[in-house]
């Protein structure tokens, strides 16, 4: 069955440091989305991608994030200057097409430490 | 905007018992409405799904029925099992979009033999 990947599955950075947070599809979804979880708290939306450009994005989603699908199949969250409140799980979402009823598909996470 | 409670874990239960996890929503509009489960190590996976008032989603044995009227999404299980264990979130999304997930904190169910 397809399932959606992130690497690295640990990164552990120190604060200031960018980092580039990896996820690949599903290969025919059009919908890619990226969320994050502190720990002990709820899973947070940050942003959403299609046809090459956000969709949506949170509050959270500041100019230090962007992202990007610099090939067919790669879809990056870049952090440009990682702050210690970073820290958190980070997953990487995608949905076939436009419909609500439509499932989001995850990826198994990557945990971002800032020290 | 939109919001998801849950009941706040962890939920300790003994293999075969009965298993309820509260869900409420705030939303306007007919939102979907999801319960997504992580198991220890694992990413988020759909566990059931709910599209519209009166909709009963099912999987594995568990249920949850869409109420309107109370604005809930509780998800029942008859008889836990220990593979059981892990954590549970209620999710809504807003109909007509392909918009964000809204979760609810995650309840983390204990189930020992």
């Known amino acids: 069955e397809p399932e959606v990947t992130q690497t690295p599955s640990h990164q552990v950075t120190q604060m200031g440091q960018e980092v580039i947070l990896r996820c690949v599809p599903i290969?025919?979804?059009?919908?890619f989305y990226w969320y994050r979880q502190i720990l002990g708290q709820k899973v947070e939306f940050l942003v959403s991608f299609y046809n090459n450009e956000i969709s949506e994005k949170s509050e959270i989603f500041d100019d230090q994030f962007s992202v990007e699908r610099p090939d067919g199949s790669n879809f990056t969250l870049k952090i440009r200057s990682t702050k210690l409140e970073d820290s958190a799980m980070y997953f990487c979402?995608?949905?076939?097409?436009?419909?609500?009823?439509?499932?989001?598909?995850f990826g198994p996470g990557t945990r971002l430490t800032v020290l | 905007g939109n919001s998801v409670t849950q009941m706040e874990g962890p939920v300790t239960l003994s293999e075969e018992a009965f298993l309820t996890i509260n869900c409420t929503y705030t939303a306007t509009g007919y939102p979907s409405l999801f319960w997504y489960v992580q198991y220890p190590g694992e990413g988020l996976q759909l566990l059931l799904k709910?599209?519209?008032?009166?909709d009963k989603g099912s999987n594995k044995g568990f249920e949850a029925t869409y109420r309107k009227e109370t604005t809930s999404f509780h998800l029942e299980k008859g008889s836990v099992q220990v593979s059981d264990s892990a954590v549970y979130f209620c999710?809504?999304?807003?109909?007509?979009?392909?918009?964000?997930?809204?979760f609810g904190t995650g309840t983390r169910l204990q189930v020992t033999l």
């Open positions: 979402a995608s949905r076939a097409n436009t419909y609500s009823t439509d499932t989001q598909y």
């Open positions: 290969s025919n979804h059009l919908y």
């Open positions: 999710a809504l999304t807003p109909t007509g979009t392909a918009s964000k997930l809204t």
């Open positions: 709910a599209t519209k008032a009166d």
